[in-house]
């Protein structure tokens, strides 16, 4: 069985400018989410999205957003860079539990923004 | 709002012994403990969790221990070896498939 895949797994961008992250979740899996990770910030939530919903953000600004597609694949997207968006963009997918269930994460995206 | 405080921040141990890593969270509906842990450049991996009404919940030498009344949960590494060694996070569920992490802890194996 396939595991999440991310892409691009690097990207460098120039402040202003806006970037798009791509996951493909695990086959079956409907929730995806996203975090963003720094090493002052740890691993902080940004959405969680199901059968194309969000039904959860976290507390960043409105220039992360995100979506879902009828299959499932999801996409964020940040616009106007700052310096400060440079982090490690995991996406996680999982299957449906009340309560919650456990997260399979993707390799993630590596943002740089110079 | 939900937070998680999770300790110490580093821990140095020598090969064999036990490793404790402890978090606390505020939310008392949280029902879902999930602990993860991230080689250096990997994904972070599930290790174990435990659901609300389980007190202790135990896989070969990883245990995790959670007081509902207190709102702690920790997790016990026995016999520690150097590929154990990583970054270790607690996680919360925050409602559906939303997980609050704690900053982690590294975990350092000294042969």
């Known amino acids: 069985k396939a595991g999440v895949t991310q892409t691009p797994r690097y990207l460098i961008k120039t402040r202003g400018q806006q970037v798009t992250l791509s996951c493909s979740p695990i086959?079956?899996?409907?929730?995806v989410s996203w975090y963003q990770q720094t090493p002052g910030q740890g691993l902080q939530f940004l959405f969680e999205y199901f059968s194309e919903t969000q039904r959860n953000k976290g507390n960043f600004p409105g220039r992360f957003s995100g979506r879902q597609f009828s299959n499932s694949r999801s996409e964020m997207n940040v616009s106007t860079l700052e310096l400060g968006d440079s982090a490690l963009y995991l996406c996680?997918?999982?299957?449906?539990?009340?309560?919650?269930?456990?997260?399979?994460f993707g390799q993630g995206t590596r943002l740089t923004v110079v | 709002g939900e937070n998680v405080e999770q300790h110490p921040s580093t821990l140095s141990v020598q090969e064999g012994d036990s490793a404790v890593i402890k978090c606390t969270y505020s939310d008392s509906a949280s029902n879902y403990f999930p602990w993860y842990k991230q080689e250096l450049g990997k994904r972070p991996q599930l290790i174990i969790d435990?659901?609300?009404?389980?007190g202790e919940k135990k896989d070969q030498r990883i245990a995790v221990t959670l007081n509902k009344t207190a709102k702690h949960f920790s997790l016990h590494i026995t016999e520690t070896q150097p590929e154990d060694s990583a970054v270790y996070f607690c996680?919360?569920?925050?409602?559906?498939?939303?997980?609050?992490f704690g900053a982690g802890t590294r975990l350092a194996v000294h042969p």
């Open positions: 435990i659901r609300s009404n389980v």
């Open positions: 996680a997918s999982s299957l449906e539990r009340p309560g919650g269930t456990e997260a399979f």
């Open positions: 996680a919360v569920s925050g409602g559906y498939n939303k997980l609050i």
């Open positions: 086959s079956g899996h409907r929730s």
